[in-house]
């Protein structure tokens, strides 16, 4: 099983809302992330958590917090997120460095 | 800083055709380089991972290729079919985890 899940699939939030996107894989694999894909554009990596702790922030705005409370769940917790946020976040997982990665089939977030 | 860039930016086929996309990277220190699809609006789908001590690589109708010393790979898709449409990503990893550096993409449209 080479799966990614990520829920929910399709999110529309208002500026002051909080929500949280959630990713799991059952690889068994101890590097998880998050990237950014805005339309038309290559995604873009923003955090990176090996073996659960926080190892990459590509200086994201605080109103993105990351949290991975298991070796099988990333979590992307939003806040205050302004229209420019509207994107594609995709989750991905890896067995460890320089290994194949595997990406879920995404969240589409509209800020409104 | 690795920079991959990916030609051409748009590839319109026959059903039928064989056709390659190129894939060249500007530091020739990588481990691997990983093929990726991409449908609309969706995830990426790992296809093809080629170890840089491999030259090849092939997945059914897929073959990629790789030659570390010209930064150069190309991936050959054998007779392309409309259900092959969609964006092909070539990626790096690097910073020892397997964070990837994403070429722009090769939109492909096969016509029946």
């Known amino acids: 099983d080479t799966e990614v899940t990520q829920t929910p699939k399709h999110l529309v939030m208002g500026m002051t809302n909080k929500k949280s996107l959630k990713c799991e894989q059952h690889?068994?694999?101890?590097?998880m992330y998050w990237y950014k894909q805005k339309a038309k554009k290559p995604p873009e990596l923003m955090f990176v958590y090996s073996y659960e702790k926080l190892s990459i922030n590509e200086s994201v705005p605080s109103r993105f917090s990351p949290e991975c409370p298991n070796s099988s769940l990333l979590n992307l917790h939003l806040h205050a997120l302004q229209p420019e946020d509207s994107a594609l976040y995709l989750c991905?997982?890896?067995?460890?460095?320089?290994?194949?990665?595997?990406f879920g089939q995404g969240t589409r977030l509209t800020v409104v | 800083k690795q920079e991959v860039t990916q030609i051409p930016a748009a590839l319109s086929v026959p059903e039928g055709e064989n056709l390659v996309l190129n894939c060249s990277f500007t530091?020739?220190?990588?481990?691997?380089l990983q093929w990726f699809r991409q449908d609309p609006g969706k995830g990426l789908t790992s296809l093809l991972l080629i170890q840089s001590s491999q030259r090849e690589q092939t997945s059914g109708r897929l073959n990629a290729s790789l030659d570390k010393s010209s930064g150069r790979s190309t991936l050959y898709i054998a007779a392309s079919q409309p259900g092959d449409s969609a964006t092909y990503l070539c990626?790096?990893?690097?910073?020892?985890?397997?964070?990837?550096?994403f070429g722009k993409g090769t939109m492909l449209l096969v016509s029946p």
């Open positions: 530091d020739s220190a990588i481990y691997n």
């Open positions: 690889m068994g694999h101890r590097a």
């Open positions: 990626a790096v990893p690097q910073g020892g985890y397997s964070t990837l550096t």
């Open positions: 991905a997982s890896s067995q460890a460095g320089n290994t194949e990665a595997f």
